[in-house]
């Protein structure tokens, strides 16, 4: 026997429930679908309980500069290990509790908790039942990629799906992937004690693309832990239960490793061949990013599971144009934002808006803003870093930046705004900026591109407007 509704929305995660919030505004006749963990990624395994343990390393890391400031007795601080990871699993708890009381804990029969697969376009197979639903919403996330040979050395290789149940800090970690989650927890850890060695097969750390930037974030990183760059990682037994990670001419023997390689798109298992549709050479579907429709289908595809902007923000976006779209009867086509990507490293890599790679160097003028003697963050201790602004030569529109600096996520949130609303840097540096604060970065490099650009009136200052 069938149930029919009206949508069916296959996951609970970010996206998913976004897309339920919405779905369930417009009809009653809806099921939303997840045998997995229930919590979301971000709660779970991703933005928060990474957070909490970067905070714990950045209060723990701030002793380093006690003594010049006058402060005595930063040596005697130690970590105990089995606490900080019980500290990150009870605030990570919270944040998942959070999630489930506010959505699958307070629904009915709408919420089944089984895997779904398509038997049919427009059929599913949810455990012993069947639902055929007029529109379907797949937000079915993602699975962190470790090789098949690496998964034969057991606990011993953990990926963010286990780093978090962890009861102890390990004596030594290889982390191989230096991109965002990779970044992040690698430094953290050392800044816990942990012997850490950073490994990427890429010459770029935080999936930065500007040269300029890539190099000074290696640089300053690269003081406080081993980086090695340019190279595939390699894995294989030790002594005394140890495993050596190689790369290159350079290898070292661990405790355990942390697999930071990419997602891969959680599709296979719901059985996508049968939904009617085409999928590229990735194994990815078609759609229309402005209304998450999968071809001409009654099909909507929403979160990390499309592999295109992996971040919360972006997912719930996703998730809402697909949850509106898919209770309409015409899908409606949304402007999508403009992207921000934060690292929270220390300091921390942002980029706004269109990436360096992105740019046409003919049509784009360039600063760069060295940290080095910036007021604000030399009284901090962080002076360390460079911002680069990018604006449209023609017309002064600012474009994006790249950047790696302290309280980048502020920064980054400031420029993004911006370039939102299509600001020029003429406009952008007649906004007051106050003294001393870390904003004041960014002053000199605007008025640089307004000079450059001869944006501003001939013979006065570019911060003053005339009346």
Not at 197 to 208: A, H, K, S, W
Not at 387 to 414: C, N, Q, W
């Amino acid at each position: 026997m069938e149930q029919q509704v009206d949508v069916a929305i296959i996951g609970a995660g970010s996206a998913g429930l976004y897309a339920y919030a919405q779905v369930k505004r417009k009809t009653d006749s809806f099921v939303l679908i997840d045998g997995g963990e229930l919590g979301t990624t971000c709660s779970r395994v991703g933005c928060m309980p990474s957070k909490a343990l970067i905070q714990v390393a950045e209060d723990f890391h701030r002793r380093t500069i006690f003594a010049r400031e006058g402060i005595e007795g930063g040596d005697g601080l130690s970590v105990n290990g089995p606490d900080v990871m019980e500290h990150v699993q009870d605030l990570r708890d919270i944040f998942v509790d959070k999630v489930l009381s506010t959505t699958t804990d307070d629904m009915g029969e709408e919420f089944i908790p089984e895997y779904a697969r398509f038997i049919e376009p427009g059929l599913l197979q949810v455990g012993e039942r069947r639902i055929r639903a007029k529109r379907i919403v797949i937000a079915t996330g993602s699975t962190p990629v470790v090789p098949a040979p690496w998964k034969a050395f057991g606990d011993r290789v953990l990926t963010t799906d286990e780093i978090f149940e962890l009861e102890d800090l390990p004596r030594s970690l290889a982390v191989i992937g230096l991109g965002v989650i990779g970044l992040e927890l690698g430094q953290a850890f050392h800044r816990l004690g942990v012997e850490v060695t950073g490994i990427d097969q890429l010459e770029i750390i935080g999936n930065l693309d500007d040269p300029e930037v890539n190099k000074t974030a290696i640089q300053v990183i690269g003081k406080e832990m081993p980086i090695w760059l340019g190279q595939p990682a390699s894995i294989e037994e030790a002594d005394d239960g140890l495993l050596r990670v190689s790369a290159g001419d350079k290898s070292v023997e661990v405790e355990k490793v942390l697999v930071c390689i990419g997602r891969r798109p959680n599709l296979d298992s719901i059985g996508i061949e049968n939904a009617g549709i085409t999928l590229d050479e990735r194994g990815l579907p078609r759609y229309n990013r402005e209304t998450m429709q999968i071809e001409d289908k009654p099909l909507f595809i929403a979160g990390d599971v499309d592999g295109e902007r992996p971040v919360l923000h972006e997912a719930a976006d996703e998730g809402r144009i697909a949850g509106i779209n898919a209770a309409a009867d015409t899908p409606i086509a949304f402007r999508r934002k403009t992207p921000l990507y934060i690292t929270f490293s220390d300091p921390n890599i942002a980029m706004i808006g269109k990436r360096w790679s992105e740019l046409d160097p003919e049509r784009t003028l360039v600063t760069s803003v060295p940290l080095g003697m910036l007021g604000r963050a030399l009284i901090m201790g962080r002076n360390k870093g460079v911002i680069r602004l990018y604006a449209d030569k023609e017309t002064g529109v600012f474009l994006g930046a790249s950047m790696v600096a302290p309280h980048a996520e502020h920064l980054a949130h400031l420029l993004n705004w911006c370039q939102e609303q299509g600001l020029t840097v003429l406009q952008m540096v007649r906004m007051p900026f106050y003294h001393p604060v870390l904003e004041e970065a960014i002053q000199p490099g605007l008025r640089h591109l307004v000079a450059e650009g001869s944006f501003g009136p001939e013979g006065l200052p570019p911060d003053m407007e005339p009346l």
